[in-house]
């Protein structure tokens, strides 16, 4: 099993751009979710998925959207990046938010 | 919403002390999850705990849930330098998503 899968690893981006965030897990869990991390933040909830076809927000979702059409992939589209977004972005997995969470090895985005 | 807060935000200590960080939170969880972060790399799950006053142990890792379920701590003995992270508590109130404190950087001094 490969896990949970994010690419690309690194990324610049110049503000106004959009672009897309990759994710994808081979455990067959529903339960998936996209978190930034920044200096002293922790990790913090973009948007979520319970589910194929099902997406909800978190806790900071502004700037950022997810669709779920298959149980494997969950995208995050940064419509028109701002340095704001600039961050480390992880993607998690799980049966669901009882059990433990895998992490994928982040993507780190810079915006100028 | 549900808040969780994590003290120290920052733990420096000699190799061979203990080290504590503790995790509150606003609302009663269900159960609450503990992950570690090294340096460059991604969150990993370390334990759940789900019942009130439950007490877990990994090696030098001693995990505490509160009786009322609001609060937990994870007690480090003896530290080493293999130990150095970012430590993070998330819970749930049940049926919503993780909600993660903001961690505990722990440096150890050799």
């Known amino acids: 099993n490969a896990g949970v899968t994010q690419t690309p690893k690194f990324q610049v981006l110049k503000t106004g751009q959009s672009m897309t965030l990759q994710c994808a897990q081979d455990m067959n869990h529903e339960y998936m979710s996209w978190y930034r991390q920044d200096p002293g933040m922790g990790l913090r909830l973009i948007h979520y998925?319970?589910?194929?076809?099902?997406?909800d927000q978190g806790e900071v979702p502004n700037g950022y959207n997810v669709s779920r059409s298959t149980t494997e992939d969950f995208p995050l589209r940064l419509l028109s990046a701002a340095p704001s977004q600039t961050s480390v972005y992880f993607c998690?997995?799980?049966?669901?938010?009882?059990?433990?969470?895998?992490f994928g090895p982040g993507t780190r985005l810079t915006v100028t | 919403g549900q808040q969780v807060m994590q003290i120290p935000q920052y733990q420096h200590v000699q190799e061979g002390e203990d080290f504590t960080t503790y995790c509150n939170s606003s609302?009663?969880?269900?159960?609450i999850q503990w992950y570690k972060q090294r340096p460059g790399g991604h969150p990993v799950f370390l334990i759940q705990?789900?019942?009130?006053?439950e007490v877990k142990k990994q090696k030098r890792l001693t995990f505490q849930f509160g009786e009322a379920k609001k609060n937990s701590s994870l007690h480090i003995t003896a530290t080493q330098t293999t130990d150095v992270g970012t430590y993070f508590c998330a819970g749930d109130s049940g049926n919503t998503p993780l909600v993660f404190g903001k961690g505990t950087r722990l440096s150890v001094i050799a």
């Open positions: 998925s319970v589910g194929a076809g099902i997406t």
């Open positions: 609302t009663t969880l269900s159960n």
């Open positions: 705990l789900v019942k009130s006053g």
């Open positions: 998690a997995s799980s049966r669901d938010t009882t059990y433990e969470q895998y």
